[in-house]
């Protein structure tokens, strides 16, 4: 449990309590995780808006009107459009990854699910998806969101992170554990 706590710390932890105390407040907890999935999906798919996010080099003023651009565009209002405005405002828009992460957490605990960071190759199938996180509800009892990171550098096989247990079977472990047996036998 330790572990999901640490998950909603900080000031990252701070806002997304915030927003998903509102969201719990007003019924809308899914649509506003459905809305900042958009709004990660556009960051990862946009090098510019990243930088506009991370970058403290952009004024406030012009910050906050890129931002009121692309939420429009996207169809992202309410609740996730004001939290993300106010994050702007108040200079911490660099950390929306870290709130994304943070809220997903909360939601999860809130329907009695737990979360597993899993790292892969490259992207998994739906079908995979699925397979995974039955697999891994058959060990934790409950279900299981994943928070799903594609790492080419894992070569292939997956890493699952669940709360304080990790499970590293990717085939970058595997080639240097067989690099360091054939140091050592050399």
């Known amino acids: 449990m330790a572990a999901e706590d640490t998950s909603v710390s900080g000031v990252s932890g701070r806002y997304a309590t915030a927003l998903f105390e509102l969201a719990r407040d007003q019924n809308v907890v899914d649509e506003v995780k459905a809305d900042l999935d958009k709004f990660e999906g556009l960051l990862s798919e946009s090098a510019d808006l990243t930088r506009l996010v991370r ?55 809130f ?23 039955v697999a891994l509800k058959s060990v934790t009892g409950k279900d299981v969101a994943l928070n799903v990171k594609v790492d080419p550098s894992i070569i292939g096989g997956l890493v699952v992170k669940l709360g304080s247990r990790m499970i590293d079977s990717s085939l970058r472990t595997k080639l240097n554990s067989i690099k360091h047996a054939m140091k050592e036998a050399g």
Not at 70 to 89: E, H, M, P, W, Y
Not at 111 to 133: F, H, I, M, P, R
């Open 111 to 133: 329907k009695g699910e737990t979360t597993a960071d899993v790292t892969v190759a490259e992207a998994l199938s739906d079908k995979n998806l699925d397979a995974l996180k």
């Open 55 to 109: 970058s403290p080099v952009f004024a406030a003023d012009t910050q906050s009107r890129a931002l009121s651009a692309v939420l429009d565009k996207a169809g992202i209002a309410g609740i996730s459009a004001n939290f993300l405005k106010v994050l702007t405002a108040n200079r911490r828009l660099f950390a929306v990854a870290d709130v994304i992460r943070a809220y997903r957490a909360l939601v999860a605990r």
